[in-house]
């Protein structure tokens, strides 16, 4: 099993995307999901993650402005990404805690990554 995503692309400064990662198959479970972005030749940072209980967190440069959310019967997580910026430009990458079946333990699961660019 492995986590896609869904969503990227080019938008204006301003404007919104929606941003969406989900597993290939179904799994029995997932405890904390969430997205990170990384920019060329920079380290990857923490963009917004949400537990199991629906606690989320975000990274300081998109508070307010970014909102995650997940199906926890889907074990999905999406992230609504509103007032888009330049700086917001990177490969966004969502992440799982995912348990594929009862009888297999948990593993950290990453996906493929998509391209977000906000023209100025």
């Known amino acids: 099993v492995h986590l896609q995503e869904s969503g990227g692309g080019l938008v204006e400064t301003g404007g919104s995307l929606r941003l969406s990662c989900a597993p290939s198959k179904s799994v029995f479970g997932a405890n904390d999901m969430g997205w990170y972005r990384q920019v060329p030749g920079h380290t990857r940072e923490l963009v917004a993650s949400i537990t199991k209980d629906g606690d989320a967190k975000y990274g300081d440069s998109v508070k307010g402005r970014f909102t995650i959310s997940r199906d926890y019967f889907k074990h999905t997580v999406a992230l609504q990404m509103n007032s888009l910026q330049p700086e917001d430009t990177a490969i966004y990458y969502c992440?799982?805690?995912?348990?594929?079946?009862?009888?297999?333990?948990?593993?950290?699961?990453w996906g493929q990554g998509t391209q977000v660019n906000v023209s100025s």
């Open positions: 992440y799982g805690d995912v348990i594929e079946h009862q009888w297999t333990g948990w593993d950290v699961l």
